[in-house]
């Protein structure tokens, strides 16, 4: 058995050993700014051109439609502003659903400070937004509607497809947030009729620091980073070049290995679900039971405070994640959870566990052997827990 | 002599092998996000506040005021956007230089637009602002006013301190676009006297997709990318860990450094500078002659076009630029030359050399033997330099 478990790897994830290898001649040997006009410069740019092509394949769009961003937040906030506000002659509606990451419901939110009326569409128990309830959100005002593909805090896959088909009715623009998914599950923005998507390197072991909007040739958008001439002055800014080969690259990998991959990801998945619903009483699987990411298994356990949970595991050499990575340092209870229904108090015990193609069994076996004697002992100094079992016994 | 000579290191540079060393680590065997509640992410988050404590030295600055950004465009766009909106309740008027970076004055446009009203300084015949010309563009309802530390295209220093002391009086917030200087010479946010300073990792051997805004305590600024609970909620984002290293890394051996570099690189330009306007007839140094750059050699060539040039140049092994690093692909007439009373005919003809401290003696010599040749064959074909011949012959 493993002493040591990395079970976060949706916060993020060790690079592929052969995207470093791919990247590593771009700090140095076959360094050049893409834009500058001379062999270095070239040389540059026939290497992002390349990355293009192989983020634009992983999704089924075009090299044309990629715009390289510095990470998810970007591209999400490019997204929501930059269409929110390019299709102001339209009008001043935006939908979106009540579980969508903060790097959109910020922007959102800043949008409807500025005159923006915003509809937040439910989700059900499982975090399955109805496509109805999407229908019956749009107006002939709104300009822009954003689900995410998938929930990076349950795991629950939304069904894009039917939810495309009934945005596109009414002529907004549809972006989707593929965070969790690209590179993860197939994705062809064709099939899943979007006109923007989302997507991030280190999701799948590319590095930190880059990411892409997929933007459906000739939709405008208002640009977030101003000044040079850099993607199609949709994005400014001196480009990543290493960055981008290794997103390339990481795209290409996660292309060619992806029913292997997930394959793997799903087994391990099941095990650790069964592996902790047996072990762990008063335990519930939050997010969809089925239609859920195979490397996403998401917990809520009962008289049980997250935090204290991760910093035991931590101490097992176990890392996991509780309420969104972005803000497990600074726990508040997760508005996706309180969308989903579950109380504050079930919430409270939130915990995330993200497969990487790096994982073994072994790994799970080390988290289903940790996790019991850690809730104990959590539970032994819980007042909740302890009134819990005193009514019990009358 | 060299084959090759690259002289555009202000469009970007090598990464210091050390540098390479510092990140590599961070992408794999130490990877992990910040933000995690868990080992990894304390590791992860420890190296990036080592990282903060070596770019706020190199600038004089406290580590908590360094914001981590992606790129230049990026920290210039947050400081403009950021604090003029912030600054609202002051007032709607903003002050920059005509020779200000792209990255600073498209912003400054779309703040336009707005409503706010913007003042242009000029700048002298060698690029310097005068401080007087300032002081008497500022207006009680001047929020924000931004100048550069030194101009990218031709190499100029500022009288920041002055600037500085007549901005104070009015209380108006003072950035400096410092993307120029930082690492390569002295920059003291104290001594400058500023309260905002936008750098750049790639400026000086660190790492492409990395940058930083310092910004001192207690100046408010509206974050661009909203959403996770990073750099102070200022900017949002999964930390680009191995870069943030990799900028750190690359500020502590600049700061270690600079003295021994400026001396080389200052001594690598003068022959430079010497050579060129000995070898090549009808031709100027543009930017001033003592207040600049140590690594800057910048040029206007007689009849000349800019683009050929480059093409030719490259065709010989020499990478160099033409106009800024920023459009050299996409040639306009210089905003910069054209704002120092440099005629368009003679501006076509900029040539700009950026030394980096892997440049040798070579290097130079292979420039100063490369270029009468490329000039000669393109005055050849030139027909303003036809017209010129013949009037002298009458």
């Known amino acids: 058995m493993a002493n040591y478990a990395y079970l976060d790897n949706a916060a993020t994830a060790p690079v592929d050993v052969r995207v470093i290898e791919a990247m590593m001649p771009y700090f140095r040997e076959k360094f050049g700014n893409p834009v500058s006009f001379h062999e270095c410069g070239l040389r540059a740019s026939d290497a992002i051109e390349v990355a293009r092509e192989q983020v634009a394949r992983l999704i089924g769009g075009q090299p044309g439609e990629i715009i390289f961003t510095s990470c ?46 915003v509809t937040y569409v439910p989700v059900d128990e499982h975090g399955i937004i109805d496509p109805e309830q999407v229908a019956r959100s749009l107006r002939p005002d709104t ?13 629950t896959i939304q069904p894009i497809e039917d939810i495309a088909r009934v945005v596109k009715k009414s002529g907004a623009i549809f972006h989707t947030d593929a965070i ?37 040739r000739n939709i405008g958008i ?18 990543n070049v290493p960055g981008i080969v290794g997103i390339g ?24 679900i069964e592996g902790v619903l047996k ?21 809520c356990v009962r008289f ?38 579950i109380p504050a108090e079930l919430a409270q015990g939130s915990l ?10 072994a790994d799970v076996d080390l988290m289903i052997k940790e996790l019991p004697p850690v809730v104990k002992r959590l539970r032994e100094i819980s007042p909740l827990y302890d009134e819990f079992i005193r009514r019990n016994k009358k």
């Open 72 to 117: 998810g937040t970007e591209s999400n906030n490019l997204a929501i502003k930059g269409l929110a506000r390019r299709g102001i002659a339209k009008g001043k509606h935006i939908v979106v659903s009540s579980i969508e990451h903060f790097s959109i419901l910020h922007p959102v939110r800043t949008l409807e400070k500025q005159g923006f009326k």
């Open 143 to 155: 300009v822009l509607v954003s689900i995410m593909h998938a929930n990076n805090e349950v795991g």
């Open 180 to 216: 969790a998914t690209a590179g993860i599950i197939p994705v062809d923005v064709q099939k899943l009729g979007v006109d923007a998507l989302s997507l991030v390197s280190n999701q799948f072991y590319g590095p930190q620091g880059v990411a892409a909007l997929w933007l459906r």
């Open 222 to 239: 208002d640009p977030l980073l101003e000044g040079g001439i850099q993607e199609g002055d949709i994005r400014s800014g001196t480009h």
């Open 249 to 272: 690259k990481a795209a290409e990998l996660a292309w060619n290995e992806m029913p292997k991959r997930a394959k793997k990801l799903t087994s391990l998945r099941d095990m650790l």
């Open 279 to 299: 072990n762990i009483e008063h335990t519930i699987l939050t997010g969809h039971p089925e239609k859920r990411l195979p490397h996403h298994a998401s917990f």
């Open 304 to 341: 049980i405070e997250g935090e204290a949970m991760l910093a035991y595991l931590s101490s097992q050499g176990i890392s996991a994640a509780s309420g969104s990575a972005c803000a497990a340092k600074y726990l508040k209870s997760s508005h996706v959870l309180a969308a989903m229904g």
């Open 352 to 361: 995330i566990c993200t497969l990487g193609i790096e994982n073994t069994k």
